[in-house]
Protein backbone atom coordinates (compact mmCIF):
# COMPACT_ATOMS: atom_id res chain seq x y z
CA UNK A 1 0.00 0.00 0.00
CA UNK A 2 1.16 3.70 -0.90
CA UNK A 3 -0.76 6.09 -0.59
CA UNK A 4 -3.70 7.01 1.72
CA UNK A 5 -6.30 9.49 1.71
CA UNK A 6 -7.68 11.02 5.44
CA UNK A 7 -11.03 12.77 4.65
CA UNK A 8 -11.06 15.41 7.84
CA UNK A 9 -8.58 17.47 8.99
CA UNK A 10 -9.85 17.33 12.99
CA UNK A 11 -7.90 15.42 15.41
CA UNK A 12 -8.63 12.16 14.05
CA UNK A 13 -7.81 13.25 10.67
CA UNK A 14 -4.52 15.01 11.61
CA UNK A 15 -3.10 12.48 14.54
CA UNK A 16 -4.02 9.49 11.77
CA UNK A 17 -2.05 11.19 8.99
CA UNK A 18 0.99 12.11 11.86
CA UNK A 19 0.80 8.40 12.48
CA UNK A 20 0.50 6.69 9.13
CA UNK A 21 3.90 9.46 8.36
CA UNK A 22 5.44 8.06 11.32
CA UNK A 23 4.82 4.51 9.83
CA UNK A 24 6.18 5.18 5.96
CA UNK A 25 2.82 5.76 4.39
CA UNK A 26 2.13 8.52 1.98
CA UNK A 27 -0.53 10.38 3.41
CA UNK A 28 -2.90 13.34 2.21
CA UNK A 29 -5.68 15.06 4.46
CA UNK A 30 -8.55 16.26 2.82
CA UNK A 31 -10.52 18.64 5.15
CA UNK A 32 -13.56 20.71 4.52
CA UNK A 33 -13.20 23.90 6.03
CA UNK A 34 -11.89 26.63 4.69
CA UNK A 35 -8.89 26.66 7.44
CA UNK A 36 -7.61 24.95 10.60
CA UNK A 37 -9.91 25.83 12.88
CA UNK A 38 -12.81 23.57 12.78
CA UNK A 39 -14.50 24.40 15.66
CA UNK A 40 -13.43 27.38 17.76
CA UNK A 41 -16.21 27.54 20.50
CA UNK A 42 -16.14 24.53 22.41
CA UNK A 43 -13.20 23.22 24.41
CA UNK A 44 -12.19 19.52 25.91
CA UNK A 45 -9.99 17.55 27.84
CA UNK A 46 -7.32 15.17 26.77
CA UNK A 47 -7.04 12.36 29.15
CA UNK A 48 -3.88 10.74 29.75
CA UNK A 49 -4.53 7.81 27.39
CA UNK A 50 -4.86 10.68 25.21
CA UNK A 51 -1.75 12.42 26.04
CA UNK A 52 -0.12 9.06 25.89
CA UNK A 53 -1.00 8.02 22.45
CA UNK A 54 0.40 11.57 21.14
CA UNK A 55 3.78 10.97 23.00
CA UNK A 56 3.86 7.84 20.78
CA UNK A 57 3.73 10.22 17.93
CA UNK A 58 6.25 12.74 18.97
CA UNK A 59 3.03 15.25 19.09
CA UNK A 60 3.57 16.10 22.90
CA UNK A 61 5.38 19.42 22.29
CA UNK A 62 2.97 20.76 20.11
CA UNK A 63 -0.15 20.23 22.01
CA UNK A 64 1.50 20.89 25.59
CA UNK A 65 2.35 24.29 23.94
CA UNK A 66 -1.13 25.47 24.48
CA UNK A 67 -4.15 24.90 27.05
CA UNK A 68 -3.11 24.01 30.22
CA UNK A 69 -2.34 21.03 32.30
CA UNK A 70 -5.16 19.21 35.00
CA UNK A 71 -3.82 17.35 37.85
CA UNK A 72 -6.75 16.99 40.25
CA UNK A 73 -10.37 16.45 40.76
CA UNK A 74 -12.89 17.78 42.74
CA UNK A 75 -16.09 16.95 43.49
CA UNK A 76 -18.78 19.38 44.87
CA UNK A 77 -22.34 18.88 46.24
CA UNK A 78 -25.59 20.97 44.72
CA UNK A 79 -24.71 23.41 48.78
CA UNK A 80 -20.84 23.91 47.34
CA UNK A 81 -19.38 21.90 49.92
CA UNK A 82 -16.47 19.74 48.49
CA UNK A 83 -17.54 16.09 48.55
CA UNK A 84 -13.75 14.73 47.05
CA UNK A 85 -10.72 15.62 46.18
CA UNK A 86 -8.18 13.37 44.29
CA UNK A 87 -5.29 13.10 41.94
CA UNK A 88 -5.95 12.62 38.42
CA UNK A 89 -4.13 10.67 35.49
CA UNK A 90 -1.07 10.07 35.75
CA UNK A 91 0.08 13.01 37.53
CA UNK A 92 3.70 11.64 37.79
CA UNK A 93 4.42 12.53 34.00
CA UNK A 94 4.56 15.68 32.81
CA UNK A 95 3.38 14.26 29.23
CA UNK A 96 0.93 12.14 30.11
CA UNK A 97 -0.73 14.52 32.77
CA UNK A 98 -4.45 15.65 31.65
CA UNK A 99 -4.84 18.73 28.89
CA UNK A 100 -7.17 21.36 28.92
CA UNK A 101 -7.45 23.62 25.41
CA UNK A 102 -9.82 24.97 23.02
CA UNK A 103 -10.54 22.20 20.25
CA UNK A 104 -9.76 25.07 17.45
CA UNK A 105 -6.69 25.41 18.85
CA UNK A 106 -5.84 21.59 19.28
CA UNK A 107 -7.02 21.47 15.34
CA UNK A 108 -4.29 24.25 14.27
CA UNK A 109 -1.78 22.76 16.27
CA UNK A 110 -1.50 19.19 14.88
CA UNK A 111 -2.18 20.61 11.50
CA UNK A 112 0.82 22.86 11.94
CA UNK A 113 2.80 19.98 12.90
CA UNK A 114 1.48 18.10 10.08
CA UNK A 115 2.96 20.56 7.37
CA UNK A 116 6.11 21.18 9.53
CA UNK A 117 6.35 17.16 8.86
CA UNK A 118 5.75 17.41 5.25
CA UNK A 119 2.17 15.82 5.15
CA UNK A 120 -0.16 17.98 2.90
CA UNK A 121 -3.65 19.60 4.36
CA UNK A 122 -5.72 20.32 1.52
CA UNK A 123 -8.52 22.36 2.79
CA UNK A 124 -11.56 23.74 1.19
CA UNK A 125 -12.20 20.04 -0.22
CA UNK A 126 -15.55 18.84 0.58
CA UNK A 127 -16.25 15.29 -0.04
CA UNK A 128 -19.24 14.49 -2.42
CA UNK A 129 -18.61 10.50 -2.61
CA UNK A 130 -16.44 7.72 -2.68
CA UNK A 131 -16.19 5.65 -5.27
CA UNK A 132 -14.29 2.11 -4.32
CA UNK A 133 -12.52 0.03 -7.20
CA UNK A 134 -10.27 -3.23 -7.61
CA UNK A 135 -6.89 -1.13 -7.76
CA UNK A 136 -7.62 2.03 -5.93
CA UNK A 137 -10.30 4.12 -3.98
CA UNK A 138 -11.53 7.48 -5.56
CA UNK A 139 -12.75 10.78 -3.49
CA UNK A 140 -14.57 12.59 -5.42
CA UNK A 141 -15.02 16.43 -4.19
CA UNK A 142 -17.79 19.29 -4.54
CA UNK A 143 -15.05 21.76 -6.45
CA UNK A 144 -15.08 18.72 -9.38
CA UNK A 145 -11.49 17.36 -8.11
CA UNK A 146 -10.86 13.69 -7.00
CA UNK A 147 -8.05 12.27 -5.43
CA UNK A 148 -7.04 8.23 -5.67
CA UNK A 149 -5.24 6.42 -3.10
CA UNK A 150 -5.24 2.60 -1.93
CA UNK A 151 -6.67 3.23 1.41
CA UNK A 152 -9.47 6.50 2.50
CA UNK A 153 -9.75 7.01 6.19
CA UNK A 154 -13.36 8.32 7.10
CA UNK A 155 -12.45 10.92 10.09
CA UNK A 156 -14.92 13.64 9.26
CA UNK A 157 -16.54 13.56 12.40
CA UNK A 158 -20.20 13.16 13.99
CA UNK A 159 -21.95 14.05 10.53
CA UNK A 160 -19.57 11.97 8.62
CA UNK A 161 -19.82 12.48 4.15
CA UNK A 162 -17.77 9.37 4.35
CA UNK A 163 -20.07 7.19 6.65
CA UNK A 164 -22.65 7.57 3.68
CA UNK A 165 -20.61 5.33 1.65
CA UNK A 166 -19.99 3.01 4.21
CA UNK A 167 -23.25 2.43 6.61
CA UNK A 168 -26.17 4.58 4.56
CA UNK A 169 -28.44 3.77 7.35
CA UNK A 170 -26.21 4.68 10.52
CA UNK A 171 -27.68 7.77 12.25
CA UNK A 172 -26.52 9.57 14.85
CA UNK A 173 -29.17 9.98 17.64
CA UNK A 174 -29.56 12.27 20.70
CA UNK A 175 -28.34 10.59 23.97
CA UNK A 176 -30.60 12.82 26.23
CA UNK A 177 -28.65 15.85 27.03
CA UNK A 178 -27.73 19.66 25.72
CA UNK A 179 -24.03 20.76 26.66
CA UNK A 180 -23.56 24.33 27.44
CA UNK A 181 -19.91 25.35 26.94
CA UNK A 182 -18.35 28.87 27.83
CA UNK A 183 -15.39 30.54 29.34
CA UNK A 184 -15.24 34.13 31.11
CA UNK A 185 -12.50 35.82 32.86
CA UNK A 186 -15.30 38.14 34.59
CA UNK A 187 -15.67 35.94 37.72
CA UNK A 188 -12.93 33.00 37.84
CA UNK A 189 -13.54 31.31 41.26
CA UNK A 190 -11.04 29.92 44.28
CA UNK A 191 -10.02 26.82 43.54
CA UNK A 192 -6.73 24.70 43.46
CA UNK A 193 -4.68 25.38 40.88
CA UNK A 194 -4.47 22.57 38.05
CA UNK A 195 -8.06 20.93 39.20
CA UNK A 196 -11.39 20.34 37.32
CA UNK A 197 -14.34 21.04 39.46
CA UNK A 198 -17.16 19.07 39.31
CA UNK A 199 -20.32 20.26 40.86
CA UNK A 200 -23.31 17.64 41.42
CA UNK A 201 -26.10 20.01 40.73
CA UNK A 202 -29.84 19.69 40.84
CA UNK A 203 -31.03 21.51 37.50
CA UNK A 204 -27.62 20.30 35.68
CA UNK A 205 -24.32 18.78 35.44
CA UNK A 206 -21.85 21.31 35.92
CA UNK A 207 -17.54 21.32 35.82
CA UNK A 208 -15.47 23.92 35.19
CA UNK A 209 -11.61 24.99 35.38
CA UNK A 210 -9.54 28.08 35.80
CA UNK A 211 -6.22 28.41 33.19
CA UNK A 212 -3.25 29.84 35.18
CA UNK A 213 -3.76 33.33 33.93
CA UNK A 214 -7.34 33.50 35.20
CA UNK A 215 -9.78 32.73 32.86
CA UNK A 216 -12.42 29.93 33.76
CA UNK A 217 -13.29 27.74 31.07
CA UNK A 218 -16.93 25.62 32.14
CA UNK A 219 -19.54 23.66 30.91
CA UNK A 220 -23.06 22.49 32.22
CA UNK A 221 -25.01 19.07 30.59
CA UNK A 222 -28.60 19.14 31.26
CA UNK A 223 -30.91 16.46 30.48
CA UNK A 224 -34.42 16.79 28.39
CA UNK A 225 -35.58 16.82 25.32
CA UNK A 226 -33.13 18.12 22.42
CA UNK A 227 -33.33 22.01 21.62
CA UNK A 228 -35.21 22.06 18.12
CA UNK A 229 -32.74 22.67 15.14
CA UNK A 230 -33.62 25.76 14.25
CA UNK A 231 -33.30 26.94 18.08
CA UNK A 232 -29.95 25.91 18.09
CA UNK A 233 -29.12 27.13 14.56
CA UNK A 234 -30.18 30.82 15.67
CA UNK A 235 -30.29 31.19 19.49
CA UNK A 236 -27.94 33.64 21.25
CA UNK A 237 -25.58 33.68 23.97
CA UNK A 238 -28.12 35.56 25.53
CA UNK A 239 -30.84 33.08 25.03
CA UNK A 240 -28.41 29.97 26.46
CA UNK A 241 -27.74 32.19 29.34
CA UNK A 242 -31.87 32.71 29.75
CA UNK A 243 -32.26 29.21 29.87
CA UNK A 244 -29.36 27.62 31.60
CA UNK A 245 -29.80 30.41 35.17
CA UNK A 246 -32.69 29.38 36.04
CA UNK A 247 -31.14 25.42 36.65
CA UNK A 248 -28.15 26.69 38.32
CA UNK A 249 -29.49 29.27 40.81
CA UNK A 250 -31.25 26.38 42.92
CA UNK A 251 -27.82 25.85 43.97
CA UNK A 252 -25.30 27.49 46.45
CA UNK A 253 -22.38 26.79 43.73
CA UNK A 254 -20.07 29.01 41.93
CA UNK A 255 -21.56 27.52 38.34
CA UNK A 256 -24.24 30.48 38.14
CA UNK A 257 -22.16 33.04 38.64
CA UNK A 258 -19.86 31.86 36.01
CA UNK A 259 -22.78 32.06 33.71
CA UNK A 260 -23.55 35.20 34.20
CA UNK A 261 -20.19 36.49 33.59
CA UNK A 262 -19.75 35.39 30.13
CA UNK A 263 -20.36 37.34 27.42
CA UNK A 264 -19.96 36.17 24.10
CA UNK A 265 -18.50 33.04 24.44
CA UNK A 266 -21.04 30.57 24.72
CA UNK A 267 -22.68 28.14 22.51
CA UNK A 268 -24.95 25.38 23.18
CA UNK A 269 -25.11 21.38 21.86
CA UNK A 270 -26.83 18.51 21.71
CA UNK A 271 -25.13 15.32 23.78
CA UNK A 272 -24.80 12.98 20.37
CA UNK A 273 -23.50 9.22 19.67
CA UNK A 274 -23.56 6.64 17.16
CA UNK A 275 -25.04 3.29 17.46
CA UNK A 276 -22.95 0.35 18.65
CA UNK A 277 -22.55 -2.36 16.67
CA UNK A 278 -22.46 -0.27 13.11
CA UNK A 279 -19.99 -1.16 10.40
CA UNK A 280 -17.01 0.36 9.84
CA UNK A 281 -15.64 -0.62 6.54
CA UNK A 282 -16.72 -1.12 3.25
CA UNK A 283 -13.61 -2.21 0.40
CA UNK A 284 -10.88 0.11 0.91
CA UNK A 285 -12.71 2.72 3.13
CA UNK A 286 -12.22 2.60 6.64
CA UNK A 287 -14.13 4.88 9.69
CA UNK A 288 -12.53 6.66 12.53
CA UNK A 289 -12.56 8.68 15.45
CA UNK A 290 -16.34 10.12 15.87
CA UNK A 291 -17.26 9.20 12.43
CA UNK A 292 -17.34 5.83 13.27
CA UNK A 293 -17.78 5.72 17.21
CA UNK A 294 -19.18 9.48 18.60
CA UNK A 295 -20.02 9.48 22.53
CA UNK A 296 -21.73 11.74 24.42
CA UNK A 297 -19.31 14.01 26.24
CA UNK A 298 -19.90 12.67 29.56
CA UNK A 299 -16.84 10.74 29.84
CA UNK A 300 -14.39 13.20 28.09
CA UNK A 301 -13.08 10.52 26.49
CA UNK A 302 -14.05 11.61 22.43
CA UNK A 303 -10.60 13.37 21.34
CA UNK A 304 -8.94 10.87 23.53
CA UNK A 305 -10.29 7.83 21.78
CA UNK A 306 -9.32 9.62 18.40
CA UNK A 307 -5.84 9.95 18.96
CA UNK A 308 -5.59 6.04 20.61
CA UNK A 309 -7.23 5.38 16.86
CA UNK A 310 -4.75 6.76 14.95
CA UNK A 311 -1.65 5.39 16.60
CA UNK A 312 -3.75 1.72 16.43
CA UNK A 313 -4.76 2.16 12.98
CA UNK A 314 -0.97 3.45 11.61
CA UNK A 315 0.42 0.04 13.54
CA UNK A 316 -2.00 -1.98 12.53
CA UNK A 317 -1.38 -1.41 9.03
CA UNK A 318 2.21 -1.04 9.20
CA UNK A 319 3.20 -4.44 10.77
CA UNK A 320 0.01 -6.88 9.41
CA UNK A 321 0.64 -8.81 6.15
CA UNK A 322 -1.69 -7.25 4.29
CA UNK A 323 -4.66 -4.45 4.21
CA UNK A 324 -7.68 -6.42 5.14
CA UNK A 325 -5.78 -8.29 7.32
CA UNK A 326 -4.30 -4.72 9.23
CA UNK A 327 -8.31 -3.85 9.19
CA UNK A 328 -9.54 -6.43 10.53
CA UNK A 329 -7.13 -6.32 12.98
CA UNK A 330 -7.66 -2.91 13.82
CA UNK A 331 -11.06 -3.32 14.31
CA UNK A 332 -10.85 -6.72 16.38
CA UNK A 333 -8.54 -3.93 18.81
CA UNK A 334 -10.69 -0.71 18.98
CA UNK A 335 -14.51 -2.03 18.62
CA UNK A 336 -14.40 -3.34 22.26
CA UNK A 337 -12.89 -0.34 24.23
CA UNK A 338 -14.99 2.28 21.75
CA UNK A 339 -18.18 0.64 22.41
CA UNK A 340 -17.67 0.47 26.05
CA UNK A 341 -17.06 4.24 26.18
CA UNK A 342 -20.44 4.82 23.83
CA UNK A 343 -22.44 3.02 26.54
CA UNK A 344 -20.92 4.46 29.75
CA UNK A 345 -20.79 7.67 28.59
CA UNK A 346 -24.31 7.51 26.90
CA UNK A 347 -25.79 5.84 30.49
CA UNK A 348 -24.11 9.34 32.42
CA UNK A 349 -25.96 11.13 30.01
CA UNK A 350 -29.28 9.39 30.29
CA UNK A 351 -29.01 8.89 33.78
CA UNK A 352 -29.29 5.10 33.67
CA UNK A 353 -27.38 2.04 34.42
CA UNK A 354 -27.31 0.61 31.16
CA UNK A 355 -24.70 -2.01 31.21
CA UNK A 356 -21.68 -2.08 28.69
CA UNK A 357 -21.07 -5.92 26.64
CA UNK A 358 -17.67 -4.86 25.86
CA UNK A 359 -14.85 -5.41 28.40
CA UNK A 360 -12.78 -2.12 28.75
CA UNK A 361 -8.82 -3.26 28.27
CA UNK A 362 -6.96 -2.38 31.28
CA UNK A 363 -4.41 0.73 31.41
CA UNK A 364 -1.74 -1.77 31.23
CA UNK A 365 -2.91 -3.70 28.50
CA UNK A 366 -3.52 -0.22 26.53
CA UNK A 367 -0.03 1.13 27.18
CA UNK A 368 1.37 -1.73 25.60
CA UNK A 369 -1.15 -1.86 22.44
CA UNK A 370 0.00 2.13 22.26
CA UNK A 371 3.94 1.10 22.49
CA UNK A 372 5.06 2.58 19.05
CA UNK A 373 8.00 -0.42 18.52
CA UNK A 374 5.69 -2.90 19.60
CA UNK A 375 4.89 -5.53 16.92
CA UNK A 376 0.73 -5.34 16.75
CA UNK A 377 0.35 -8.85 14.48
CA UNK A 378 3.39 -10.85 16.13
CA UNK A 379 1.47 -10.33 19.56
CA UNK A 380 -1.77 -10.51 18.29
CA UNK A 381 -4.30 -12.72 19.28
CA UNK A 382 -6.00 -15.45 16.48
CA UNK A 383 -8.55 -13.22 14.53
Request: proline share 7%; net charge negative; charged share 20%.
Amino acid sequence: MARVLVIGGGIAGTATALALHKAGFETVVHEAHPDSAEDIGAFLTLASNGMRALAQLDASAAVTAIGFPLTSLRVLDGTGTEQALAPMGEVSDPLLRYRCLRRGDLNTALQAEARRRGVPVRHGARLASVEDGPDGVTAHFTDGTTATGDLLIGADGLNSAVRRSVSPGTRPFYAGQCVFYGYTRAAPPPGTDACITMVRGSGAAFGYAVSPDGEAYWFARVAGDPLPAEELAQGTPVDWRDLLLPLLRKDATPAADLVAATGDELLVTSATEIPTGTPWRSGRTLLIGDAAHAASPATGQGASMALEDAVVLAKSLRDAPDTDSALSLYEKLRRPRVEHNITVSGSISRGTHTPSAAARPSDEDLARLLEWDADLWATRNPL
